[in-house]
């Protein structure tokens, strides 16, 4: 059985202070649970993060890393400052990276093996546009990250990570994608996770979906087969996100 997983994406949300003062009110509405439960936040605030949840099951992920471990890389943030800060988690490969900032599916697969190699579990973020989907190429697309993504990892590894489907459309826009789309493009992710791995593999991998969930989706999403939990956006940074967490209760 997998152990279903909700992250927080706080995305460029909560100064140091803020996130002191989210986390003490989340942190008691979200320990109560048998699902794996994981703030990622901005690098600025994962310190202050760490130290607010220490004695807690609450995981701390990143949003983003460098694949170098150190050097003249001015901005960034490498696998061992985070591993070396607490971190346990990180996002790579979230669209808004791939738009804004160029991640193509080769520098998806350079920081998920650097995550890796510092014992950081990468959470590998793919999804198509609206345009793809109508265009009927959504689970091309989708094998062709998940293919790139997983290049030259290894078995043993790949069955730690995290894959979270995002489809762009349903990203922040309250359109969210129904539990039978989203169960569609997970199981076509399983797939390809089986037909590079093998079933055992397949069997073990958590994938989440992502894309406007919220207290009123999260049930049905979430009892979808092969989706192991979500991605959570915009309701992360509100006391809807516990909701999210307990979506058993709901
Ligand atoms: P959203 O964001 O929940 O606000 O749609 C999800 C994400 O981008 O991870």
């Known amino acids: ?3 279903k997983m909700v992250a927080g994406n706080w995305k460029m949300n909560m100064t140091p202070r803020e996130t002191v003062e989210l986390i003490r009110t989340l ?6 649970t048998d699902v794996d439960v994981v703030f990622c936040v901005p690098a600025i605030d994962i ?3 760490v130290e607010a949840l220490k004695d807690s099951d609450i995981g701390i ?5 460098f694949y170098e471990e150190k050097g003249a890389y001015t901005g960034e943030v490498s696998p061992n400052m985070l591993a070396d800060a607490g971190v346990s988690y990180v996002i790579v490969g979230h669209s808004e990276r791939r738009q804004y900032f160029n991640e193509t599916d080769e520098i998806v697969n350079k920081k998920v ?7 950081l579990t990468p959470i590998i973020c793919c999804g198509e546009t609206l345009e793809q989907r109508e265009q009927g190429v959504t689970l091309d697309l989708i094998k062709k990250q998940i293919v790139g993504a997983f290049m030259h990892v290894s078995p043993e590894n790949a069955v730690k990570c995290i894959i979270a489907y995002e489809p762009i459309w349903a990203i922040g826009t309250g359109r969210v994608a129904s539990s039978a789309q ?8 399983r797939t390809t996770i089986r037909n590079i791995y093998g079933s055992v593999i397949a ?4 994938i989440l979906y992502g894309g406007s969930v919220n207290a009123g989706n999260a049930k049905e999403l979430f009892t979808e087969e092969d989706i192991d939990g979500g991605l959570v956006g915009g309701a992360s940074l509100k006391p809807e996100f516990a909701k999210i967490v307990n979506y058993k209760k709901l």
């Open 61 to 65: 992920g990143a949003e983003n890393m």
């Open 1 to 3: 059985m997998r152990k």
């Open 47 to 49: 310190v202050p993060a």
């Open 182 to 189: 989203a169960q569609e493009v997970c199981q076509g992710i």
């Open 203 to 206: 069997e073990q991998i958590r």
């Open 113 to 119: 093996r650097k995550a890796i190699e510092h014992e």
């Open 27 to 32: 942190k008691p509405m979200v320990s109560d």
